[in-house]
């Protein structure tokens, strides 16, 4: 259970590095060049579906082992 743990952990900590690099990527292009580059803007959108996929994923499993487990004790 420890491993798992620290696994989730790590996979959270990687969601929000992710989100908080994106926007603060962006925010540096608009203060310094007052634009935003495609690139970046492939980046925030690939580092936003990454990380809801992490947080998405985890609490849908969350769910099934809920009802699997309320079903087995039924």
């Given at each position: ?7 989730k ?5 990687c ?60």
């Amino acid at each position: 259970m420890e491993d798992t743990k620290g696994f989730k952990i790590s996979q959270y900590a990687c969601a929000v590095l992710l989100i908080v690099s994106s926007i603060a990527m962006v925010t540096y292009q608009v203060v310094k060049i007052d634009d935003v580059a495609t690139g970046l803007l492939y980046y925030v959108a690939q580092s936003f579906l990454l990380a809801g996929s992490i947080f998405g994923l985890n609490q849908y499993i969350k769910i099934i082992k809920k009802q699997y487990h309320e079903h087995k004790t039924q």
